[in-house]
Structure formats: structure tokens, C-alpha cells
């Protein structure tokens, strides 16, 4: 695990420049471009990741997200209590849904049905299609939204990256990328780093899935791998 003061450090060694002398980067420029890569390689392998159970509502389809929330990872919809109840909801775009469903802003009672898909309509709100009925909106039926947020920025030197320990070198790599591409004015360098990163990420991408697999993963709640502790949010 590396902390920002080690991240810094490598920036430094992967551009060939010391902290105390003939360096072109602050401590500050090189905390904001470990902060820019951990965002990118968050966006990049879609982590980290956290977890929300919304209750729904009769004919309600629009839901809130918390406020971090950048992108749906997975999402599902039913009663945890009933066998078979909870089922994988689509996540389509709203393109998509419109292809699918035309009507899909038809607020009429009979388009009212159990949920089977999802979009991500605005930054922070969610859209189930059909809108719940009755009987699809009772106690217990959950909409439960696994999303990727948007990492806290890294401020002091003993802070972490907030992904998966084997993404944390590449976020000093970007930051080289970044020299290169600014100050140190070496574009093919710059470029050919990040080519290197974007690479190397979708390679470890099966090592973070094996090691989700091989603890046994589930939505009720436990262990998080990406994270030192589980927390399940709950809202509405």
C-alpha cells in the first residue's frame, strides 16, 4: 500500500528529479497529479465501489443517489426476505430505453410494473423502469445499487489511494505522464506513459476479480476487498 509521500517519491525517480534539488514539481503539483490519477484510474477500472438499498415507492421511478456516486456498477431490485424475489435490474442508457420502450414516460397507471431496468438519468439520480405498482413497491422491496464513486482527494502524506493496493504505482506512473505533458514539455514521453498505464490497468483487471471471487462476495454485506471495512448506505 503506498501513501502520498511514497507516490510523490516515485513520480520523482520515474522523471529522474530529487525533492530537494533540481526538481520543476512542488509537493503540491505532484499531490494534485496523484489526485487526477487516482480519478482517472478510478474511472478507467470502475473503483472503487460502494453500495446503497433505496426503498421504492408506487409509481415512483426516480431515485437519489448519494452525492460521490459517479456510475452504476450493478443494480438489483426485489424482497432479500423472499426466495427468488431479488433479480438483476438492466442498466441501459436513456437511448437504449427509449429504443426499447418508447413509452417510457407514459405515467399512466398500466404502464406500472415490477422493475427490470435502470438508467442513470442526471448525476445523482437513478431511473427504474416500469414505475413500481402496488405490489412491487410493499415493505422490503429494495432497489439495491452498486455504484462506483468518486475518491476523496489524497491531502496528507500519510493518506492512501482509495483503490485496489495494485493500482497504486500506476497512479505514480500518470503522474510522470502529467510531468511530461506540462512542464518537462516531452509530449511522445508523456503519451507513451500513459499508453502504459491505460495497458497495465486492464491487465490487473482479472487479479482484482479473482480476488473478489475467491472471498466470496455477496450483496448482503462483509468484506470489501477494495476497502479496510464493508459499510452497506442505506437511504430513503
Given amino acids: 500500500m503506498s501513501t502520498l509521500s511514497q507516490i510523490r517519491g516515485l513520480i520523482r525517480t520515474y522523471i529522474s528529479q530529487s525533492d530537494t534539488s533540481n526538481t520543476d514539481f512542488t509537493d503540491s503539483d505532484l499531490n494534485g497529479f496523484a489526485n487526477e490519477g487516482q480519478r482517472f484510474l478510478g474511472a478507467l ?49 436513456e437511448e437504449g430505453l427509449k429504443e426499447v420502450v418508447p413509452n417510457w414516460l407514459d405515467e ?30 410493499a415493505s422490503g422491496k429494495l432497489l439495491m445499487i452498486s455504484y462506483v464513486f468518486q475518491p476523496s482527494n489524497m491531502t496528507n502524506d500519510s493518506d492512501t489511494p482509495t483503490l485496489p493496493v495494485v493500482y497504486h504505482d500506476l497512479i505514480a506512473k500518470y503522474g510522470a505522464h502529467l510531468c511530461y ?4 514539455n516531452k509530449p511522445d514521453l508523456g503519451a507513451a506513459l500513459l499508453s502504459q498505464v491505460i495497458d497495465l490497468a486492464k491487465k490487473l483487471e482479472p487479479l482484482i476479480v479473482k480476488e473478489v471471487n475467491s472471498l466470496g462476495f ?18 430513503g
Fill in 45 to 93: 477500472v470502475k473503483k472503487p465501489i460502494d453500495h446503497v438499498e433505496i426503498q421504492v415507492e408506487q409509481d415512483v421511478p426516480a431515485y437519489t443517489l448519494p452525492v460521490d456516486a459517479i456510475l452504476i456498477n450493478t443494480a438489483y431490485f426485489g424482497d432479500a426476505n423472499k426466495t427468488g424475489d431479488v433479480l438483476p435490474l438492466t442498466v441501459v442508457t
Fill in 108 to 137: 399512466t397507471t398500466k404502464t406500472q410494473n415490477r422493475p427490470t431496468r435502470i438508467i442513470l438519468l442526471d448525476m445523482r439520480t437513478v431511473l427504474i423502469n416500469p414505475r413500481p405498482n402496488a405490489a412491487e413497491s
Fill in 181 to 184: 505533458m506540462s512542464k518537462l
Fill in 218 to 235: 455477496s450483496w448482503g454485506g462483509g468484506f470489501d476487498p477494495n476497502s479496510d471495512s464493508f459499510v452497506m448506505r442505506t437511504n
